[in-house]
């Protein structure tokens, strides 16, 4: 539950963006009704307002609040054992967010079976909330996608994924929380 934490501002944002949308229409004939101008959120991510604000902690912490894959994968570049992921069968609607931080990651919208045994994704929710970089480790050329919050280690992303962006973003599930859309209050399908 450590995430919601990190979720308050969010559903807070989210909430007092919608507090505004919904407006009484009248009509001579019929009581008020509360017609909802609510944009449509189906599968669309909360967004986090503003820039990302860094977050920067000492491994101890990280070690005191990520159980040990987690540990390993977010904060030691580790890799999870593929077809291990729970996440992996996770059909619903919802958000993917970070392990570590809880900033949304990922939408269950852009989610596809890509036969590797890890969660893939072809788009992020955003691309400012990925940081993605080189990484020549064990002889190949890949770019290693982190969070754009806290610099956990997600996995990385290859040109090899379906339209329509044709990238194949290749996430340990242990670096993920998934956050189904019933617990959005104000998203709505
Ligand atoms: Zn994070």
Known sequence: MRYLLFLLPVLLFTTACNSQSKVAVTNSDEPAVVEDLTPNYKYAPPEVEGVIEKIEKPASYWKEVLDAKSFNVLREDGTERSFTSPLL???????FTCGGCGLPLFS????????????SFY????????KEDV??????????????????????VFPDGPEPTGL???INGVSLNFVPMEDFPEVRE
């Open 123 to 130: 788009e992020p929710i955003n691309p400012a909330y990925i």
């Open 108 to 119: 269950s919208s852009t989610k596809f079976k890509s036969g590797t045994g890890w969660p």
């Open 135 to 156: 990484d020549v480790r064990y002889g190949m050329r890949r770019v290693e996608v982190s969070c754009a919050r806290c610099d956990g280690h997600q996995g990385h």
């Open 89 to 95: 069968n996770e059909k619903r609607a919802g958000i």
């Open 168 to 170: 194949r973003y290749c």
